[in-house]
């Protein structure tokens, strides 16, 4: 999935002069289940996936095992490293077994709670269903206010995470793939510098003028 260029700052504090610089985004195939072999099983031992800055896209199938009976669970952990925020979810593709498929997330590198857990309270983070209809949408602020979960508000900052991805329907195997966003921390905006610069400059140019007018 293509991505906006994000925007560095540049600025000069003496001249009070700044400009905007476009960085490419990267887009990262950062685990693919076809390349990589399947996603663990173990919610206590997921996974690990390095993501980097930019779009982290994730890849496998669920539903279908090899096991009579047992449902192809996918545990996969991540860690946002400091500096960076986890600022999207996006849903690239998906083929579900009936209207949707389910996707958690909980702090810290395990899931804590098994498979059949049936308390509409958790100790998710956030959780969201994704199928068909919701191709192409960032689903992380359907997480964030998910009944049940902790919650969140805005971007997931640095830390580790786990997922848990299923799908009830064992009858074959379904697809899914997740981009994940990873951006750095913005800073203080070129304009918020300028003016913050600005209003230095006016106070020690009025002091300045008091002192003179002082001496005078």
């Known amino acids: 999935m293509p991505t906006s260029p994000t925007l560095a700052v540049h600025c000069t ?4 002069s700044c400009s905007l ?7 990262i195939l950062a685990f693919d289940e076809s390349r990589d072999g399947d996603a663990s099983d173990d919610r206590f031992a997921p996974s690990i996936v390095a993501l ?3 779009m982290n896209t994730l890849r496998g199938f669920s539903g279908q095992s090899s096991t009579p009976d047992i449902h192809d669970l996918d545990y996969i952990t991540f860690t946002i490293s400091e500096g960076f925020q986890l600022d999207g979810f996006f849903v ?3 083929s579900v077994g009936g209207a949707f498929s389910f996707v958690g997330l909980q702090a810290g590198p395990q899931i804590t709670i098994p498979a059949n857990w049936t308390d ?3 100790p998710l983070l956030g959780w ?13 602020p359907d997480m964030a206010i998910s009944p049940g979960s902790i919650g969140f508000s805005g971007p997931l900052a640095a830390g580790t995470y786990a997922l848990w991805i299923m799908e009830l329907d064992a009858s074959e195997p379904h697809t899914y793939s997740f981009g994940l966003r990873v951006s750095s921390v913005p800073g203080p905006s ?5 003016m913050a610069f600005g209003v230095i400059g006016t106070r020690r140019a009025r002091s300045s003028r008091i002192a ?5």
């Open 92 to 94: 690239q593709a998906a």
């Open 120 to 122: 509409i309270n958790t």
């Open 52 to 54: 980097t800055e930019g």
């Open 21 to 27: 610089t476009a960085l490419s985004s990267a887009n």
């Open 128 to 140: 969201a269903h994704f199928g068909s209809s919701t191709i192409g949408a960032d689903i992380l």
């Open 212 to 216: 003179y007018i002082t001496k005078s």
């Open 13 to 16: 504090v003496m001249g009070l």
């Open 190 to 194: 070129a304009l918020a510098l300028a």
